[in-house]
């Protein structure tokens, strides 16, 4: 018999936690490494459509992206349900076709790449997969004439089984 | 005798962590940007006359998106997962039919040396299609539809790129690496041997029933 009793002895032992930072902060570089950081805001509903060619869009620096959609909730109380198009942060309100805008847009995002980069700009259309083609049609007549002409359709990916495919 | 330095506490290190690693998750998306790359074509010259561009009848295939977002490829109506086979039959011909495009025997460099199917000196010589695919949609077409018929398009292409790639260079045409100046010529060969010729013309209304 022991001299020296432990006060509460019956009580369970703690669990050694001095591991659980390392976990943590491996958890914390997977997430780091892994993702990106949100830069803009979508005021737009855009659901892409799914594909099976998609490839994936190398340099992000060259990107700008063209939503168009229909504007989600706290932004249809402004401005209606009908499709509207953001570019990179902005929401065009104007009604119609927004040809000064666009030509604004892809003079100013190009402005901010390098001189070597300046024909490489991709515009990434992020366009909702139930939008009519008319306003696509347009963006695409706008982009032609402000010489922006590498474009992205912007699509998930899909996975079709053998069977279908031939 | 030098004392040790009493123990940092480590018990809020977790705790910290923790913080970080919820504001990453909360400030960081983690898609990454896929879909499928196309060129527009540069905006005609405004001088320039609007000139009928005399292209053999044969030489293309209409492939009409109308409002009711039916597809219809060269006068019939079509499924949308037919439409890869058809394209892979418009340009290769391999029967030599009389109505469909026109082949050219043609020259290709590749790289010397690069092919066992090819002369040591990386000439290719065969027929290349004439063939061009030209897109029409309706202003009403849904863009999910119209972006399915062009992934059909491509897919069709890149099936056969990736054929002759795997038939001559036992590779995969996507897993050509364009930072290494052999298989980027590889590539360049044969993106011309198949080419993405998919014409978009300019916007109007086709019509179709309501």
């Not at chain 1, 855009?46 to 932004?75: D, F, N």
């Not at chain 2, 219809?72 to 009389?98: C, H, I, S, Y």
């Not at chain 2, 041997?193 to 309501?210: A, Q, V």
Request: with cysteine; hydrophobic share 35%; proline share 5%.
């Amino acid at each position: 018999m022991s001299k020296f009793r432990k006060k509460g002895g019956k009580g369970l032992q703690a669990i050694n936690t001095s591991s659980l930072p390392d976990i943590v902060f491996m958890l914390l570089f997977f997430f780091m490494v892994a993702t990106t950081m949100r830069e803009t805001e979508v005021q737009v509903k855009v659901k892409v459509p799914e594909a099976t060619e998609v490839k994936k869009l190398e340099k992000k620096s060259l990107v700008s992206y063209i939503y168009i959609g229909r504007p989600i909730a706290h932004v249809a109380r402004m401005y209606g349900t009908e499709p509207l198009i953001q570019l990179n942060d902005k929401l065009v309100s104007e009604e119609g076709i927004p040809y000064e805008s666009l030509q604004d847009f892809v003079l100013f995002e190009r402005e901010k790449l390098p001189e070597a980069d300046k024909n490489k700009m991709v515009m990434s259309l992020r366009i909702d997969e139930n939008i009519s083609m008319g306003k696509v049609d347009d963006v695409k007549q706008a982009l032609r004439r402000a010489k922006a002409l590498i474009i992205n359709y912007s699509a998930r990916k899909e996975y079709r089984d053998q069977g279908r495919q031939r | 005798m030098a004392r040790s330095t009493p123990e940092v506490n480590g018990g809020s290190l977790a705790d910290i962590a923790f913080l970080l690693l919820i504001f990453f998750l909360v400030t960081t998306t983690m898609d990454t940007d896929t879909g499928i790359t196309r060129l527009l074509p540069p905006e005609p010259d405004p001088e320039q006359e609007d000139v009928e561009v005399k292209v053999n009848q044969r030489n293309v295939l209409v492939v009409l998106l109308n409002r009711s977002d039916l597809l219809m490829v060269g006068g019939e109506v079509m499924d949308r997962l037919a439409l890869k086979d058809k394209t892979v039959e418009f340009f290769t011909n391999p029967l030599n039919k009389q109505d469909l495009p026109v082949m050219e025997d043609t020259e290709i460099q590749f790289p010397p040396g690069s092919s066992s199917l090819l002369p040591p000196n990386g000439m290719w010589t065969g027929k290349v299609s004439k063939g061009v695919i030209s897109l029409q949609n309706d202003r009403s077409t849904t863009y999910g539809k119209y972006l399915q018929v062009q992934n059909e398009l491509v897919a069709a292409v890149n099936t056969l790129r990736n054929d002759f790639c795997r038939l001559y260079f036992d590779k995969e045409y996507e897993e050509l690496n364009t930072a290494n100046p052999i298989e980027e010529e590889i590539q360049t060969g044969i993106r011309k041997r198949y080419k993405m010729n998919i014409s978009e013309s300019e916007p109007k209304n086709i019509g179709g029933r309501n």
